[in-house]
């Protein structure tokens, strides 16, 4: 996938909504895998998108569509950039 950075990398220990950002690369830096929380703190009524996990495998990347309020949390090794389709 060829994209554009928006912002700068931010390491996932606490959540995120990744500078607003509706795309977001997020990669795991360990060799073990990390649970990622995506979560809505805005109402689905009001705009909110979809919460949930997934499990990221060591030293993978994953894109991650979402809501520019939904925030992103994980561990210090998970970093999450903004970013865009080019």
């Not at 959540?15 to 509706?22: D, F, I």
């Not at 970093?79 to 389709?85: I, N």
Request: hydrophobic residues 40%; charged residues 15%; without cysteine.
């Amino acid at each position: 996938m060829i994209f554009k950075v928006l912002g700068n990398s931010v390491s996932l220990n606490s959540a995120s909504n990744v500078g607003t950002s509706t795309l977001v690369r997020v990669v795991n830096t360990d060799t073990g895998e990390q649970t990622v929380t995506v979560a809505n703190t805005v109402s689905k009524l009001n705009g909110g998108g979809d919460a949930g996990t997934f499990v990221l495998e060591g030293l993978d990347t994953a894109y991650v569509a979402k809501r520019s309020t939904d925030t992103l949390a994980a561990v210090v090794a998970v970093k999450a950039t903004p970013v865009t389709r080019a």
